[in-house]
């Protein structure tokens, strides 16, 4: 049984970092992208970040751009988004997901089979 589970969430004043981490088990994800997602009270889900398997390039909305960085450890089966200089509008619930294809549409939600339980992440203004 695949589960992803995020960690890291938490309440940052504006200009502040934090650390998502999602750890993957019941299948290895290396050779397939994995993505991060957001949804805000009120608003639909929407892509905030993803990277592809081994020598891929990484992708970002462009309202992180700059300011989060997302990477992955393949060997601990782990997808992390570091996430600076946040700001109020980054406040949501921030949730991983992987897919059961390789070949994927990595900005696209449907994309993705497999999803966390969501980290809830808090600016402070």
């Known amino acids: 049984q695949v589960q992803l589970v995020e960690s890291g969430g938490g309440l940052v004043q504006a200009g502040g970092s934090l650390r998502l981490s999602c750890a993957a088990s019941?299948?290895?994800?290396?050779?397939?992208?994995m993505g991060w997602f957001r949804q805000a009270p009120g608003k639909e889900r929407e892509f905030v970040s993803a990277?592809?398997?081994?020598?891929?390039?990484?992708v970002y909305a462009d309202s992180v751009k700059g300011r989060f960085t997302v990477s992955r450890d393949n060997a601990k089966n782990t997808l992390y988004l570091q996430m600076n200089s946040l700001k109020p509008e980054d406040t949501a619930v921030y949730y991983c997901?992987?897919?059961?294809?390789?070949?994927?549409?990595?900005?696209?939600?449907?994309?993705?089979?497999?999803w966390g339980q969501g980290t809830q992440v808090t600016v402070s203004s």
């Open positions: 990277i592809s398997w081994i020598g891929g390039s990484p």
């Open positions: 019941g299948r290895t994800f290396s050779n397939y992208a």
């Open positions: 997901a992987a897919p059961e294809k390789r070949e994927i549409k990595v900005v696209t939600a449907t994309s993705y089979d497999y």
